[in-house]
């Protein structure tokens, strides 16, 4: 009698893949908490380098643009407004950053065993929210030191921020990650495109600021722009920009689909060319 023979075959490009994700749920949760604690083992502050360096950049920023260029970001203080945007930057910034070089990290036990590879990026953006909500603690404390307040309106805004920053990274991510096993060279130019997107987003000036419309439009795409925009009038309570809002969440669709296609259409050969 022939013995009945099992086929994987990766999920469909547009798929998630969730179901099967679900069933290596442990291991999801091993590779996130295995680079948790292996940042954090050695160093001598532990968790607290993920706090200190958005306040350090806050009191840098803070000390040489609050006066110099004399930004209106009312009805927000200038190192409230700049560490808002700092914490979310950095979780974009370390996510994509971690995600697009994961799989040539992980080429070793790629080429061993079968699992949904989609854990791998999608386990640097955890370790990257990890970071983040530890940094949200001390942004938090740093409102209530302003006297900042907060509304009903503050979680609802704040989530969606998060989730459209966490949509466009995981995207970003996965992109990135697909080209690097394939074409080693893409993992130069992450520190560079890193670097345009933060100095495109409206982390240290408001985007009312900007005053040439089409300078204007091109920056609306950035979709770290839109996440930021709704973080913020979770304080404010005033209405999100449209054209940020709507431009830079049909971005984070567009390359959210995109990053997750590319992947799905690469991961086949990820063990042959790892």
């Not at 290596?24 to 706090?51: M, N």
């Not at 927000?76 to 950053?97: D, E, R, T």
């Not at 300078?215 to 449209?242: H, M, W």
């Amino acid at each position: 009698m022939e013995q009945p023979q099992t086929h994987i075959q990766p999920p469909g490009r547009f798929s998630t893949g969730f179901r099967e994700i679900w069933q290596y749920r442990e291991l999801f949760y091993f590779f996130t908490w295995r680079d948790i604690k292996v940042k954090y083992k050695q160093t001598s502050l532990g968790i607290i380098w993920a706090l200190l360096q958005p306040l350090g950049m806050m009191l840098l920023f803070t000390l040489l643009f609050s006066k110099t260029l004399n930004f209106d970001t009312r009805p927000l203080p200038y190192p409230v407004f700049v560490l808002s945007g700092l914490i979310l930057w950095n979780l974009f910034q370390s996510s994509v950053s971690h995600a697009g070089e994961s799989m040539i990290q992980h080429a070793g036990i790629i080429k061993k065993i079968y699992f949904p590879r989609l854990i791998i990026p999608g386990s640097a953006v955890l370790v990257a929210l990890f970071d983040f909500m530890m940094g949200l603690l001390i942004f938090l404390v740093f409102c209530l030191v302003y006297k900042q307040a907060f509304h009903w309106y503050t979680l609802p805004y704040f989530l969606g921020g998060m989730l459209l920053l966490l949509l466009a990274a995981l995207g970003t991510g996965t992109f990135l990650a697909a080209l690097n096993v394939k074409y080693r060279d893409f993992r130069y130019t992450i520190p560079f495109f890193l670097q345009v997107l933060f100095f495109s987003s409206q982390i240290i000036y408001p985007f009312n600021a900007i005053t040439q419309p089409v300078l204007k439009y091109i920056l609306a795409l950035n979709p770290v722009n839109a996440a930021i925009e709704l973080f913020r009038c979770g304080l404010t309570g005033q209405v999100p920009d449209s054209l940020v809002l709507v431009a830079g969440a049909s971005t984070t669709v567009v390359v959210f689909l995109a990053g997750l296609y590319y992947f799905r259409k690469t991961e086949a050969y990820f063990a042959d060319i790892a």
